[in-house]
């Protein structure tokens, strides 16, 4: 699988968008397959900050262990995850486009140490996609129905 990398272009405030993908209490109120957030330590926001995310997939319903381990508010956060046998590393950044709009990007990172990841996870790849690109739909519409700023 590798890397996959997915781009919106988000017609609202940087803040807002960043906002949305920073804090995981935004995330999982607007990802509908999202259906729980727990948070592992205090902190809720910024490096440091682990919780647990309860995700429908499918049929399946998996929970994922995520640190934040990278913060730049407005900027970028990053989120590492160990799973199946994989370190999922997750970068989200924003930066200003054309028109007052935000380039919401995000890009996966999957490096498969385990023989049965390395197998499986070429085979995910698709579904991951998917699953990355209507999380990123849904940030879009949420934060431009939030601004009155959606396309026709």
């Given at each position: 699988?590798?890397?996959?990398?997915?781009?919106?272009?988000?017609?609202?405030?940087i803040?807002?968008v960043?906002?949305?993908?920073?804090h995981c209490?935004n995330?999982?109120?607007v990802?509908?397959d999202?259906?729980?957030v727990e948070f592992?330590?205090?902190?809720?926001?910024?490096?440091?900050?682990?919780?647990?995310?309860?995700?429908?997939m499918?049929?399946r319903?998996?929970?994922?262990e995520l640190?934040?381990?990278e913060y730049?508010?407005?900027e970028?956060?990053r989120?590492?995850s160990?799973?199946g046998g994989?370190?999922w590393?997750?970068?989200?950044?924003?930066?200003?486009?054309a028109?007052?709009?935000?380039?919401?990007?995000?890009?996966?990172?999957?490096r498969?140490?385990?023989?049965?990841?390395?197998?499986?996870?070429?085979?995910?790849?698709g579904?991951i996609?998917k699953a990355?690109?209507?999380?990123l739909?849904?940030?879009?519409?949420?934060?431009?129905?939030?601004?009155?700023?959606?396309?026709?």
């Open positions: 699988m590798g890397r996959t990398t997915v781009v919106r272009t988000v017609r609202a405030p803040e807002r960043f906002d949305t993908v920073a209490e995330f999982s109120t990802v509908p999202i259906e729980g592992l330590t205090e902190s809720r926001s910024g490096v440091g900050t682990r919780f647990r995310e309860t995700r429908r499918g049929k319903v998996g929970t994922t640190e934040v381990t730049v508010p407005n970028r956060v989120l590492v160990d799973q994989t370190i590393d997750t970068v989200f950044t924003t930066r200003p486009a028109d007052g709009a935000v380039e919401l990007k995000m890009v996966m990172d999957a498969p140490y385990r023989l049965v990841a390395k197998l499986m996870n070429p085979l995910i790849g579904f996609r990355i690109e209507s999380d739909d849904a940030v879009k519409a949420h934060c431009e129905e939030a601004t009155g700023e959606g396309e026709a």
